[in-house]
């Protein structure tokens, strides 16, 4: 992307959206979020637009969203302020930085969910490794999410889907639900997309999806 005019100061305009001191996390979400309610993770939020209409469709759960690209953060967080009248309590929060070190950041089962939606397939082999679903970071999920919590996968990529749930199973992961047509789903009326995924659903892509419990 492009580097944003002015980015800095524009996120800087966003600070009561962005966790900045992520040392607070250590100790959990008191003072973080107004109220305390079970907290899901989307990981590389892109431009915002699945963690803003997740967090106005349930306003039960506090929603973290992390990107690492700081220019694309500045999108998601402006949208997220733009769109604050959505949102019936103040449940959502921004983090910039790398989805590696969450659990050096974040107590351990801490999470009820997790979100990876269209990341990055890395498709030559010798990357699989920076996969988001690869047993490595797998592992850094079990760590963070509460036992029995949820991992929740989408992407357009065919190889990635297949290369995820050879994971899962690796893993000893459930695989409690799982579409190689989300849209055509039962779960499509409930889905909330992201940017990418009306892209791709309005070229007639199919999206795959699958549900995970730790």
């Not at 996390?25 to 003072?31: E, N």
Request: charged letters at 30%; aromatic letters at 10%; one cysteine or more.
């Amino acid at each position: 992307m492009r580097k944003k005019k002015h980015g800095a100061e524009r996120i800087a305009a966003c600070a009561e959206l962005r966790i900045e001191n992520i040392e607070v996390l250590k100790d959990g979400f008191d003072g973080v979020f107004a109220e305390s309610r079970p907290v899901h993770m989307e990981i590389g939020c892109g431009k915002g637009n699945f963690a803003c209409g997740m967090a106005a469709k349930h306003p039960e759960i506090n929603f973290i969203a992390v990107e690492k690209v700081a220019d694309v953060c500045c999108i998601a967080l402006e949208k997220a302020k733009a769109r604050a009248e959505e949102r019936s309590g103040d449940n959502l929060r921004f983090i910039i930085g790398n989805a590696e070190n969450l659990p050096e950041w974040l107590p351990a089962h801490c999470l009820d969910t997790i979100y990876l939606n269209f990341s990055d397939p890395w498709p030559k082999s010798g990357y699989k490794k920076r996969r988001l679903t690869h047993r490595g970071f797998l592992e850094k999920y079990r760590e963070l999410l509460v036992p029995g919590g949820m991992l929740k996968f989408k992407t357009d990529n065919h190889d990635l889907f297949f290369f995820s749930l050879e994971e899962f199973e690796a893993c000893g992961l459930e695989i409690v639900w799982k579409a190689e047509d989300l849209h055509a789903s039962e779960l499509a009326e409930s889905n909330v997309m992201t940017e990418y995924e009306k892209n791709f659903s309005d070229k007639g892509q199919p999206i795959y999806s699958a549900h995970v419990r730790f």
